[in-house]
């Protein structure tokens, strides 16, 4: 790609990239458009506002969140959530007692169809190699300490499995309606590092 | 792995909260891998255990060196990509 005369295999990432697409498209294999379609649905379209609905839709609909916590593959289905590595969901419900935390320990699998792609940080070596061992000494780096009569479990992703967690509605928005509750839910209240706050309303 | 280090961490993924890709080849590294996946070319657990090998490497630097590889995730996939497409004979 570059004026280089010595082709080592060696150069930038940018231009590595550009190469395999051309020699991918050139035999056929890659449709360039639907390259663009992809990385538009992933930049744009898939994200943790996806399980915000899902989250606020449990909190308010008693017959929804069983549905959930039963087969929660399913249950985001209904609001048309679905795709790539959303084949086997579980959804874990925080409460007074648990706190659940998520992570991949070997690389990065992550609910794509209802959080998107995973945030720099879950990816990390340093949240990666802690999050089971010391889950609280990670929280507390997130700024949130809980109570140690709270039992923190970790689910660790795999191949099979990914998981959302259904943080704790917040007190003070019995008012609010789900379209309201879910304006609050962030993403990382969905992977177990924080909680939701009501006031973000 | 030190506290500082992943404190670092959190406020450089809160900065740029909004953004799932740090520049234009990672998105198209990751969507050139996703597509020829559900194409048939490979299953995305067979990518997945070419990105889990590069990662496991990685992580044993980092364990021995103690340095972050935050930022360096795409350079895992793109690896990951790179050699299950030669495995294949897709490359050429």
Same mark, same amino acid.
Not at chain 1, 91 to 101: F, I, K, P, S
């Given at each position: 790609?570059?004026?280089?005369?010595?082709?080592?295999?060696? %150069?930038?990432? $940018?231009?590595?990239?550009?190469?395999?697409?051309?020699?991918?498209?050139?035999?056929?294999?890659?449709?360039?458009?639907?390259?663009?379609?992809?990385?538009?649905?992933?930049?744009?379209?898939?994200? *943790?506002?996806?399980?915000?609905?899902?989250?606020?839709?449990?909190?308010?609909?008693?017959?929804?969140?069983?549905?959930?916590? $039963?087969?929660?593959?399913?249950?985001?289905?209904?609001?048309?959530?679905?795709?790539?590595?959303?084949?086997?969901?579980?959804?874990?419900?925080?409460?007074?007692?648990?706190?659940?935390?998520?992570?991949?320990?070997?690389?990065?699998?992550? *609910?794509?169809?209802?959080?998107?792609?995973?945030?720099?940080?879950?990816?990390?070596?340093?949240?990666? %190699?802690?999050?089971?061992?010391? *889950?609280?000494?990670?929280?507390?780096?997130?700024?949130? /300490?809980?109570?140690?009569?709270?039992?923190?479990?970790?689910?660790? %992703?795999?191949?099979?499995?990914?998981?959302?967690?259904?943080?704790?509605?917040?007190?003070?928005?019995?008012?609010?309606?789900?379209? /309201?509750?879910? $304006?609050?839910?962030?993403?990382?209240?969905?992977?177990?590092?924080?909680?939701?706050?009501?006031?973000?309303? | 792995?030190?506290?500082?280090?992943?404190?670092?961490?959190?406020?450089?993924?809160?900065?740029?909260?909004?953004?799932?890709?740090?520049?234009?080849?990672?998105?198209?590294?990751?969507?050139?891998?996703?597509?020829?996946?559900?194409?048939?070319?490979?299953?995305? &657990?067979?990518?997945?255990?070419?990105?889990?090998?590069?990662?496991?490497?990685? &992580?044993?630097?980092?364990?021995? &060196?103690?340095?972050?590889?935050?930022?360096?995730?795409?350079?895992?996939?793109?690896?990951?990509?790179?050699?299950?497409?030669?495995?294949?004979?897709?490359?050429?």
């Amino acid at each position: 790609m570059s004026g280089d005369h010595h082709n080592t295999g060696d %150069s930038g990432p $940018a231009a590595r990239v550009k190469a395999l697409e051309a020699v991918l498209t050139e035999k056929g294999l890659l449709d360039p458009a639907a390259i663009d379609a992809i990385v538009d649905t992933y930049e744009t379209r898939v994200g *943790p506002r996806n399980g915000a609905r899902v989250v606020a839709k449990a909190w308010t609909d008693p017959a929804y969140r069983k549905r959930l916590l $039963a087969d929660a593959t399913s249950a985001v289905a209904e609001l048309g959530f679905a795709g790539p590595e959303g084949g086997h969901l579980v959804a874990v419900e925080n409460t007074d007692r648990v706190h659940n935390l998520v992570v991949c320990t070997l690389c990065s699998c992550y *609910p794509w169809p209802v959080l998107g792609l995973p945030p720099v940080w879950y990816k990390s070596f340093a949240y990666r %190699s802690r999050a089971v061992s010391d *889950p609280r000494g990670v929280l507390e780096d997130f700024g949130l /300490e809980l109570p140690r009569d709270v039992e923190v479990r970790v689910w660790d %992703s795999s191949a099979e499995i990914r998981y959302l967690v259904i943080p704790q509605r917040p007190k003070g928005t019995a008012k609010m309606s789900e379209g /309201e509750l879910a $304006a609050i839910v962030t993403r990382d209240s969905m992977v177990g590092v924080a909680k939701v706050e009501a006031s973000r309303a | 792995m030190s506290n500082a280090a992943l404190n670092e961490l959190i406020e450089a993924a809160r900065l740029d909260a909004d953004h799932v890709f740090s520049a234009p080849w990672e998105a198209r590294a990751f969507a050139i891998a996703l597509q020829l996946s559900q194409a048939g070319h490979f299953t995305w &657990d067979e990518f997945r255990d070419c990105l889990i090998a590069e990662v496991r490497a990685s &992580d044993r630097i980092r364990a021995r &060196d103690g340095t972050s590889n935050h930022g360096q995730y795409y350079d895992h996939f793109l690896h990951a990509l790179e050699n299950l497409l030669e495995e294949k004979g897709l490359a050429h």
